[in-house]
């Protein structure tokens, strides 16, 4: 981590907005929706802009008691809810969009103590609601994130809430502060507090592939890679980019596949070829239920409802 | 007696020829023979032999048993093997459903749907693969001049057997062994012994459990020699008086050939506590006080007496040594509360099919020793033998492990009463129709027989979920008559409320909510109360069994459950695409109609690997220790 007293550079571009400091770079566009580049020790960290995540791959038991059926709007809502409004702030005052020709007031040497940039994506559920995700950068590239869904009425029960980030590669391992093993809301009793390392992406191998590999209360995650994309890059060192919980610990699951990349499966054998990392910090989290496999819902407490508010936020850093 | 083959087709030939069942006690030469296990008077007859399949039983070689047959055209097959496994017929996995839905209309015979019109049911059938066995064998030397008989392990579903050209008689029941005397016509050489095995009988309206349905010799095969006298039943009754702390022994023991000097020990886990000398005959009963206090069995402490019997001859020559292990511990219900030693039983269970990805229901010692150590180090205190008699092995290490067993009895005819969730019996097997009683209360007969030396049965089961009727009732009556020592369980009756007062000592429910639980315990319960089956630990599952351990606390009478199930049932095959082997379950080989993933609710993985929801077993069933 760089020494606290400097300043982030901000570049502001007509289509993005770049933020350098020591041994970061970061891209934040106003035309993918959202963070595009986190370049950190000369590593990329993004695939695609993170994009707020509502479904989990139907589980047996989902599948049983037809959430999926009475839920199905939120699998929409995952793959395509848009952004609808970008805002900025430096230095805690929000300023007029930078985009063209705004823009043409800044210099090439300017200088920030701390930037926000907020994403209000607007979801493809009858009815609609918002999430607002708001990136907040130091100089040393620390970065916190707030997660902030609105709660709608006349929506149904959420499979999962959180901001999944698709990095460019597998990767080698991971590792966490929290419970040990696979955990749920409603499946934690018997997770031992711990520092658990977890090499490559495991899947958990369920007969028919489905939602798996969720940490509960977890303090903080570190996602290590290797391998890159940039064809200028032959050797680079395994490094790390850790996710921190702020005021109440998270929730993560770090698999190779999206949601409905692994819902379409009925088999392990159908799932891709392993290209990314796929991250998803959740706020809220359906429990996995186990009365039965035909009709018995998730016990209430462990059922997340959609017409309320969810608010959560974490810190990025390296 | 002269084979037929309509007996596929009618309930009330189930059990031609055989040897009455009895306990499942081995017997050696020598106590050197036994410390090894290994007894001089058994010759497996597992390995290779010949075989034929045929898709049904009009096309089969019809006199493949005589000596003089020419076998030139049969295949070689492993057994014990699934037939399907060694790549004939189908695989094919469906849960409730008969599995011949879809294919053929049937009723069940004697029902109200079909009074007198099932002969060729299955013996005419165009589709009941029958699998032809042939074995050459010679007796070892130790097996000749002795009268021998042959046991099956296991073979599913109706067989017929033959040595050297005579018909030795016709077995069902898939799950608990067939012995037959082959004494009369065996030779020192080169003995033909032919098994004719059919996929399908009247047993299948019997046998509809939740799981891939195969076929064939599953299950050992072995030769065991008698001496000239011979222990062929044995039944050590162990009282335990909980407030003294001491016991007692009754022995019931059967004894075939000439009278014989029988010395009896009987011995602590360090010294020998008493011995004595008897007299053999064909019913011998004997008492005995124990002096010292004795040391009750349990699930943290299987401490385990053992009782060995020698039969030899005037001069005081061994002949033959039986050891039989032995735990103190009494079963018992007050006020609506299961005692077990004095204090409340609390059931952490799990039901277990026997199961292995490759193997299928032919399992290895290795397996079912994983099994029990993975029982263990999870707290896990109890297993329900879902859904019929498991491998003898296995009641054994549950002695020695201390784990509770629920014995099941090879019954299940989920199909007949319930349709798509709904409950509709109009022909409901084996319901009340007499003619069915006789072949459903020898599966009882055969389950306590068998397994009734051991500590750790607590439980009688009269099966799963076959509804409820006379026949039910008498199974119930049968195991209350015949074994004080023991509970009898039947969670069928919950559907059958006018049986409720005469089939089963406990109220046993399967996925009750603990809302619905809570009912039963509010409203004057007359019965305690276990879930013979709860947390359907199906894929990614496993969430919310705090409710029910909460209710131990809340309920004397709520004790406990068994999680379904042990393992999923996946087989491993080789996927086309990839190469690769990988898991498969049901329709995965056209099999229609199915029930699918529906196989794959373990606490394991079918690799005997534990899901990510163990640690929560292992939290939960141990939060009472």
Request: glycine content about 6%; proline content about 5%.
């Amino acid at each position: 981590m760089a020494q606290t007293n400097k300043q982030l550079a901000v570049i502001y571009g007509d289509v993005t907005l770049g933020l350098k400091g020591d041994d970061f770079h970061y891209i934040f566009s106003y035309q993918t929706g959202g963070p595009e580049s986190f370049r950190i020790q000369g590593k990329e960290w993004l695939y695609r802009s993170p994009k707020p995540t509502f479904w989990r791959a139907t589980t047996d038991n989902d599948r049983g008691n037809k959430f999926p059926v009475k839920s199905a709007m939120w699998l929409g809502a995952d793959q395509f809810s848009h952004n609808q409004s970008v805002s900025v702030a430096i230095n805690g005052q929000p300023i007029d969009l930078p985009i063209a020709p705004e823009n043409n007031r800044y210099t090439d040497h300017e200088i920030a103590e701390k930037v926000e940039i907020s994403y209000t994506y607007l979801t493809t559920t009858v009815p609609e609601t918002q999430v607002t995700v708001t990136y907040t950068v130091e100089p040393t590239g620390k970065m916190n994130v707030a997660v902030a869904y609105k709660g709608q009425k006349g929506l149904p029960s959420l499979p999962v809430f959180g901001l999944r980030f698709i990095m460019p590669t597998t990767a080698t391992r991971f590792s966490y502060q929290g419970l040990s093993g696979e955990t749920y809301p409603d499946r934690m009793a018997g997770g031992i507090p711990g520092q658990y390392d977890v090499q490559g992406l495991p899947v958990t191998p369920y007969l028919v592939p489905q939602d798996c590999g969720i940490h509960m209360q977890t303090d903080w995650v570190t996602i290590y890679r290797q391998a890159v994309l940039d064809n200028r890059i032959r050797q680079v060192p395994e490094t790390g980019l850790k996710f921190s919980a702020v005021n109440q610990p998270i929730a993560f699951s770090c698999l190779p596949y999206t949601a409905e990349e692994l819902e379409n499966a009925t088999h392990h054998s159908e799932l891709p070829a392993e290209h990314r990392t796929v991250l998803s910090i959740l706020g809220a989290v359906r429990g996995v239920g186990g009365i039965d496999s035909w009709g018995s819902d998730v016990e209430s407490d462990y059922q997340i409802d959609a017409e309320k508010d969810i608010e959560y936020q974490f810190d990025i850093l390296f | 007696m002269i084979p037929e083959i309509e007996w596929l087709d009618t309930p009330a030939v189930f059990r031609e020829g055989q040897l009455p069942a009895h306990s499942d006690h081995r017997y050696y030469a020598t106590e050197a023979e036994m410390a090894l296990q290994k007894s001089s008077f058994e010759q497996s007859l597992n390995g290779t032999w010949q075989f034929s399949y045929s898709p049904n039983a009009a096309s089969r070689p019809k006199n493949f048993f005589q000596t003089d047959f020419d076998a030139e055209q049969f295949d070689q097959i492993t057994v014990p093997q699934h037939i399907e496994l060694a790549g004939y017929d189908q695989f094919h996995y469906i849960n409730t459903m008969y599995p011949w839905e879809g294919h053929e209309y049937r009723r069940p015979a004697f029902s109200e749907f079909n009074q007198d019109n099932f002969t060729g049911m299955f013996s005419a059938a165009e589709y009941n693969p029958v699998g032809s066995y042939l074995q050459h064998f010679d007796l070892d030397p130790a097996l000749q001049n002795k009268r021998v008989i042959i046991r099956f392990s296991g073979v599913e579903q109706a067989m017929y057997v033959w040595l050297n050209g005579h018909f030795l008689g016709y077995a069902e029941d898939s799950f608990t062994p067939s012995e037959f005397n082959l004494t009369p016509y065996l030779k020192a050489e080169d003995n033909h012994l032919a098994v004719e095995v059919h996929k399908r009988s009247s047993a299948a309206f019997i046998e509809d459990q939740d799981f891939f349905r195969f076929f064939g010799i599953f299950r050992d095969v072995t030769l065991l020699a008698q001496p000239e006298t011979h222990l062929d039943d044995l039944w050590v009754i162990p009282e335990y008086d909980v407030n003294q702390q001491t016991g007692q022994l009754n022995l019931q023991l059967h004894f075939s050939g000439a009278t014989r000097r029988v010395r009896v020990t009987f011995k602590d886990q360090e010294n020998l506590l008493f011995s004595d000398e008897l007299t053999s005959a064909p019913t011998v009963e004997q008492h005995y006080d124990l002096e010292q206090p004795v040391v009750a069995w349990q699930n943290e402490r299987p401490y385990l007496y053992t009782l060995q019997l020698e039969i030899m001859t005037d001069e005081g020559q061994v002949i033959e040594v039986i050891q039989q292990l032995v735990g103190f511990r009494k079963i018992e219900i007050k006020d609506r509360v299961m005692l077990l030693n004095g204090e409340r039983l609390i059931i952490n269970g799990v039901n277990r099919h026997e199961w292995n990805p490759k193997t299928g229901r032919t399992i290895s010692d290795a397996d079912e020793a994983w099994d029990v150590d993975a029982m263990l180090r999870n707290n896990i205190n109890a297993v329900r033998t879902s859904h019929y008699p498991d491998r003898l092995s296995f009641y054994d290490r549950c002695d020695q492990a201390g784990i509770y067993m629920m014995a099941e009895t090879n019954l299940e005819s989920h199909g007949s009463w319930q349709k798509m969730g709904a409950v509709e019996p109009s022909w409901n097997v084996p319901g009340s129709m007499n003619e069915w009683e006789p072949a459903v209360l020898d599966r009882a007969k055969s389950n306590f027989e068998l397994f009734k030396n051991h500590p750790s049965v607590l439980f009688w089961s009269l099966g799963n979920e076959s509804y409820a009727g006379s026949v039910l009732e008498k199974m119930n009556a049968y195991y209350k008559q015949r074994d004080a020592t023991r509970l009898v369980h039947y969670e069928g009756v919950f559907r059958a409320t006018e049986y409720k007062d005469t089939i089963s000592d406990v109220e046993s429910r399967m996925y009750a909510t603990p809302d619905e639980i809570k009912a039963y315990l509010d409203n004057s319960p007359k019965k305690p109360f276990i879930l013979c089956e709860y947390m359907h630990d199906m894929g990614n599952s496993l969430g919310g069994m705090k409710s029910y351990i909460d209710l131990l606390q809340q309920y004397e009478s709520y004790q406990g459950g068994f999680i379904w199930d042990f393992i999923d049932q996946g087989l491993l095959v080789e996927d086309p695409v990839t190469g690769q082997s990988e898991l498969r379950y049901g329709g995965d080989f056209d099999d229609r109609p199915s029930d699918y993933e529906f196989s794959g609710d373990g606490l394991v993985f079918a690799t005997r690997e534990e899901k990510p929801a163990m640690q929560e077993v292992k939290y939960y069933y141990g939060t009472d220790k």
